[in-house]
T-cell receptor, first 114, second 117 residues
Framework: AAGVIQSPRHLIKEKRETATLKCYPI?????VYWYQQGPGQDPQFLIS???????DKGSIPDRFSAQQFSDYHSELNMSSLELGDSALYFC?????????????FGPGTRLTVL | AQTVTQSQPEMSVQEAETVTLSCTYD???????LFWYKQPPSRQMILVIR??????QNATENRFSVNFQKAAKSFSLKISDSQLGDAAMYFC??????????????FGKGTSLLVTP
């Protein structure tokens, strides 16, 4: 079965640079969630999209923005990167934006900020 | 706000034995969903099992089962016949609609499970 695809899998950036993470949800899933997992931490919700519209926001810094496109893929844009942004960034998708739907996670993008 | 507590940072089990991971949560809602996710060294988040709060029957998936005690707000995971491949970080998660975070998962801090031969 098709899974959530994230690219790139690894990314190394310098402080104050910009990064773009991409997520391709499971086919026919219209809801995307972004989570950030710091070293030794549990995943923290950043932002979600349902039917190409921003649905909810969590602890996402103002330096970050995201969108969902017409083909339902999503991109997380991160500017003015800081050392503390080094983390594993997960994208998860679900069939609809309701709580009854399980979220399926991608493999994550490991971002390292030097 | 909902909170999820996993009181066991680390657990150890011998191969073929049974282990139970604990999870408690705090909510005033009556309708919600609970999950266990497994994160092996590859860091992939893998769904293990889910439980709907309105269902009294405990969920089971092969060697994995839960003990869901709604009144006690407890949701423990039992792994039977443990295998080396079960070694991972296990996260308990709660979801219910929240005006701030929608249907985002609310995770516990995780329990690291070590499986010894």
């Amino acid at each position: 079965a098709a899974g959530v695809i994230q690219s790139p899998r690894h990314l190394i950036k310098e402080k104050r640079e910009t990064a773009t993470l991409k997520c391709y949800p499971i086919p026919r899933h219209d809801t995307v969630y972004w989570y950030q997992q710091g070293p030794g931490q549990d995943p923290q919700f950043l932002i979600s999209f349902y039917e190409k519209m921003q649905s909810d926001k969590g602890s996402i810094p103002d330096r970050f923005s995201a969108q969902q496109f017409s083909d339902y893929h999503s991109e997380l844009n991160m500017s003015s990167l800081e050392l503390g942004d080094s983390a594993l960034y997960f994208c998860a998708s679900s069939p609809t934006g309701g709580s009854t739907d399980t979220q399926y996670f991608g493999p994550g993008t490991r971002l390292t900020v030097l | 706000a909902q909170t999820v507590t996993q009181s066991q940072p680390e657990m150890s089990v011998q191969e073929a034995e049974t282990v139970t991971l604990s999870c408690t949560y705090d909510t005033s809602e009556s309708d919600y969903y609970l999950f266990w996710y497994k994160q092996p060294p590859s860091r992939q988040m893998i769904l293990v099992i889910r439980q709907e709060a309105y269902k009294q029957q405990n969920a089971t998936e092969n060697r994995f089962s839960v003990n869901f005690q709604k009144a006690a707000k407890s949701f423990s995971l039992k792994i039977s016949d443990s295998q080396l491949g079960d070694a991972a970080m296990y996260f308990c998660a709660y979801v219910n609609y929240n005006s701030n975070s929608g249907y985002a998962l609310n995770f516990g801090k995780g329990t690291s499970l070590l499986v010894t031969p």
